[in-house]
């Protein structure tokens, strides 16, 4: 079974510049997520989606950050204007369904704003 | 609000040792456990849960973690710690109260197994 996607693995951009990030969940996966992990940090969550309706983005600093799952499939994170406290791996996830107790981690894309 | 502390930021330990990495929660009702580990520049793998049940949970490569109601805790262990145990450990808790499947993580406890 094929795990999690993300692309690009690694980004170096400037601040006020924007960015987006890829995630394609395991194959029939309803729900994701994504997270943020600075470094020396355990990740927080941002968003989480179930098929394409939106769970929980509390935490999701919605003047400059964005997200979708437009097909319930996979889904795209933006950044727009990137900051420089945005520098972090951004980590995605995804679960058989919303009370699946195991969710299952992508790669990352670690991203540096300069 | 749930949170999980991991009080080490490293331990370090010989290879052959046990291994323990701790952790502590607080949650409304009854917690959902996790232990992850997480190797460089490679996404967070499950190890374990605890979700109900017996208190010493068996999970993968030889990890086991034990569910302590009573002290708010949920320690990993390895009985006899490999070099290629060494990485980042997360411990996580989710409420059932919490909406959708929300994980909270602690803050990592970075482990070097020496030879």
């Known amino acids: 079974e094929a795990g999690v996607a993300q692309s690009p693995r690694y980004k170096i951009i400037e601040k006020r510049q924007s960015v987006a990030f890829w995630c394609n969940p395991i194959s029939g996966h309803a729900t994701l997520y994504w997270y943020q992990q600075i470094l020396g940090q355990g990740p927080k969550l941002l968003i989480q989606?179930?098929?394409?309706?939106?769970?929980?983005d509390s935490q999701l600093p919605k003047d400059r950050f964005s997200a979708e799952r437009l097909k319930g499939v996979d889904s795209t994170l933006k950044i727009q204007p990137a900051k420089l406290e945005d520098s972090a791996v951004y980590l995605c996830a995804s679960s058989s369904d919303r009370l699946s107790y195991e969710q299952y981690f992508g790669p990352g894309t670690r991203l540096t704003v300069t | 609000a749930q949170s999980v502390a991991q009080p080490e930021d490293q331990v370090n330990v010989a290879e052959g040792n046990p291994l323990t990495v701790k952790c502590t929660y607080s949650?409304?009702?009854?917690?959902?456990l996790f232990w992850y580990v997480q190797y460089p520049n490679r996404g967070l793998q499950f190890l374990l849960k605890y979700i109900t049940g017996d208190n010493l949970v068996k999970g993968s490569y030889g990890f086991e973690a034990e569910f302590n109601k009573s002290q708010t805790s949920f320690h990993l262990k390895k009985p006899s710690a490999l070099v290629s145990d060494s990485a980042l450990y997360f411990c996580a808790v989710r409420g059932l109260k919490a909406a959708g499947n929300k994980l909270t993580f602690g803050g990592g406890t970075r482990v070097l197994v020496k030879p």
């Open positions: 989606f179930q098929n394409n309706g939106v769970v929980d």
């Open positions: 949650v409304s009702g009854n917690p959902y």
